[in-house]
């Protein structure tokens, strides 16, 4: 079994704000021995009651300038806190969880659960960068709506989700306008490297996928088919069960808008899987990455 990260553990290490501050400075600036602003060499002192730190020229330093932290008065002991219950549950935290856990409003609750989700997807795509390669499972999936009735009227008000998972490797997913071949190829053909060996089920979305280069296999759901060889669906099919499992328990319902937040953010766990003592230390690696974004 994969070792965990428990609160124990949390809490010794990141005990105060002091604690945070020292953690940030370390990812950002690494063990420096000079000023990164002016290049005084010397150790620089930690600024009480600041986020920052002073060389001994008096030039000053701040780590969270520039990274989620930077604006925001609440505390980096609530944020770490926040950063842990999204990397240590298996369907994340919702804003009202995030609120009763915090001690914050509920509008602070929702802004840290979203600036946490891209530092997430952040992290993912630095870690798996570039389309999928060798042995791939594609396919798409409808995300909320209850509409009753025949297959197009109850994905009429759904959300459109495609997606695609390396054979023992990471996961990819993209909300698109719709479940048509025009909205999901060029997702496809961004995701999926040519020469790339593609699972999928029966649909027509995907019949000209030999075309573009890939090598093509089908399983029939209809008559019951779930493996032909060497090509299933498997694995990309539990993602989207888990995903929508996920979604209905903890966040109830989730915007159009919002959705490709929490499908990252499902992704990033997923790909993090075998590694969970590991998620919250490449989410804080992600601090100094995001920095330098414009």
């Not at 002073?54 to 330093?61: D, I, L, M, P, S």
């Not at 979203?114 to 999928?132: I, K, S, T, Y």
């Not at 009227?153 to 759904?158: D, F, Y």
């Not at 993602?239 to 979604?247: P, Q, T, V």
Request: glycine share 8%; hydrophobic share 35%; aromatic share 8%.
């Amino acid at each position: 079994m994969a070792a965990k990260y428990t609160f124990k553990q949390f809490q010794a290490q990141y005990k105060d704000d002091d604690a945070c501050l020292d953690a940030i400075m370390q990812r950002r600036y690494g063990a420096i021995e000079a000023c990164p602003n002016c290049g005084v060499t010397g150790k620089l002192t930690r600024i009480q009651g600041r986020r920052a730190y002073a060389c001994k020229e008096g030039c000053h330093v701040y780590p969270c300038a520039g990274t989620v932290f930077e604006h925001s008065s609440t505390t980096l002991t609530l944020w770490f806190h926040a950063m842990y219950l999204m990397t240590a549950t298996r369907n994340g935290v919702s804003a009202k969880e995030l609120q009763r856990q915090l001690g914050v409003t509920y509008k602070c609750a929702w802004r840290i659960g979203h600036q946490l989700r891209e530092l997430m997807a952040a992290r993912d795509e630095a870690m798996n960068p570039g389309p999928l390669t060798g042995h791939v499972e594609i396919d798409e999936t409808y995300v909320g709506g209850k509409i009753k009735g025949k297959r197009l009227s109850k994905i009429r008000n759904k959300i459109a989700v495609v997606g695609a998972i390396e054979r023992n490797g990471p996961f990819k997913g993209t909300v698109v306008a719709d479940g048509k071949t025009v909205s999901i190829m060029p997702v496809v053909l961004k995701t999926i490297a040519p020469g790339a060996t593609v699972s999928t089920d029966k649909s027509s979305v995907y019949k000209n996928l030999s075309r573009h280069g890939y090598t093509h296999g089908v399983v029939n759901h209809e008559i019951k088919e779930w493996v032909n060889g060497i090509h299933h669906t498997n694995r990309i099919e539990g993602f989207w069960s888990h995903l929508k499992r996920g979604i209905v328990s903890t966040h109830v319902a989730v915007s159009r808008k919002h959705m490709q937040k929490y499908v990252n953010e499902f992704a990033f766990r997923y790909n993090n899987r075998e590694a969970p003592a590991e998620m919250f230390a490449r989410m804080l690696i992600q601090i100094s990455k995001v920095s330098d974004r414009k």
